[in-house]
C-alpha cells in the first residue's frame, strides 16, 4: 500500500518545529502564563534521557526523525558524530541550513492569519561539524546502519504506519552497551498508523513496549516529558511524552 502524500511537507508545520526545536520560553507563549517546563522539548529529550557517563571516545549518534535537528545538535555536544534522519526534505534542508551557517531565518503564526519574524538559532557552544542530515524512512531503514552508540527517536512512534516493524529492526541500530532513546505520547491514529498495528490495544502501552524491546534491550529509565507546539498566539498543542533510555544487553 503506498503512503499517504507526507503530511509534514509544508511551510506551516515548518515554521512550528522550527520553533519547538530552537524557541526560548517566551518565544512559543509571548508572555502568555504558561508551562515554560513544556519549552525546549528535542533537546530535552537529550539532555534528559542520555547518560554521558556511558559514552567513550568517537561515540555515534543516530537521530531517527529528527525533523530540523534541535536534538541532534544537543546530542553533538557528547557525541563525536551525529547523523538526524526524516522523512520531510523540507525539515533536512532547515536543518542542513542550521548546521552550515547556524541560523535560520523564518516566521511563526500569530493571530488572525498574520505571522511573526523569529530566528532560529544554534547555541555557538556546539560544534555543527559533528552533525549530518539525511533523508530516511523509519519502517525502511538502510540495511547498512548499525552499532551506533546512541539511538534517538523522539515523538516517531505512533507516526508510523508499522511502528513494530520499527522497533523491531533496533536491536541491529544499537551496539552491545549503547543506548536506546525513546520519548513518544502514543497518540494513535488511523491517519498515521491502522488500528490494527497500534501498540497497547490489549494491554497498557507501556507495558507492550517493554515486551516488545526487552529480549534485546533492559530498561533503564522512565520519565515524563512535557511538549509544548505553538499554532497561533494564543493555541497550543501540550502533550506528554513517556521518555525512556534502554540499554543494548
Known amino acids: ?65 529528527c525533523a530540523v535537528g534541535g536534538s541532534c545538535f544537543e546530542l553533538a555536544r557528547s557525541c563525536d558524530s551525529v547523523l538526524g534522519l526524516d522523512y520531510s526534505r523540507g525539515f533536512l534542508r532547515a536543518a542542513a541550513a542550521l548546521r552550515d551557517q547556524g541560523f535560520l531565518e523564518t516566521r511563526i503564526p500569530d493571530e488572525a492569519g498574520k505571522s511573526l519574524a523569529f530566528t532560529a538559532r544554534v547555541s555557538g557552544e556546539v560544534d555543527r561539524s559533528r552533525v549530518d542530515f539525511q533523508f530516511g524512512d523509519a519502517n525502511d531503514l538502510d540495511p547498512a546502519l548499525a552499532d551506533f552508540d546512541v539511538v534517538l ?56 513496549l517493554q515486551d516488545i524491546l526487552k529480549p534485546a534491550f533492559v530498561l533503564e529509565k522512565t520519565v515524563e516529558l512535557p511538549f509544548l507546539l505553538r499554532e497561533h498566539a494564543r493555541r497550543f498543542q501540550m502533550g506528554f511524552s513517556l521518555g525512556s533510555r534502554w540499554i543494548r544487553k
Open 1 to 65: 500500500m503506498q503512503r499517504n502524500p507526507n503530511p509534514y511537507e509544508t511551510d506551516i508545520l515548518l515554521q512550528q518545529y522550527l520553533l519547538l526545536h530552537f524557541g526560548d520560553a517566551e518565544q512559543p507563549l509571548g508572555g502568555l502564563p504558561g508551562p515554560r517546563e513544556a519549552v525546549d522539548f528535542p533537546a530535552r529529550c537529550a539532555r534528559e534521557l542520555l547518560d554521558v557517563s556511558r559514552l567513550r571516545g568517537g561515540a555515534r549518534a543516530l537521530d531517527i526523525g
Open 153 to 208: 527517536a523522539a515523538n516517531l512512534l505512533c507516526r508510523l504506519p508499522k511502528p513494530r516493524r520499527f522497533l523491531e529492526r533496533l536491536a541491529g541500530l544499537v551496539k552491545p552497551g549503547g543506548q536506546l532513546l525513546l520519548a513518544t505520547p502514543f497518540s494513535w491514529t488511523e491517519d498515521h498508523t491502522p488500528r490494527e498495528f497500534w501498540i497497547g490495544r490489549d494491554m497498557p502501552c507501556h507495558e507492550e
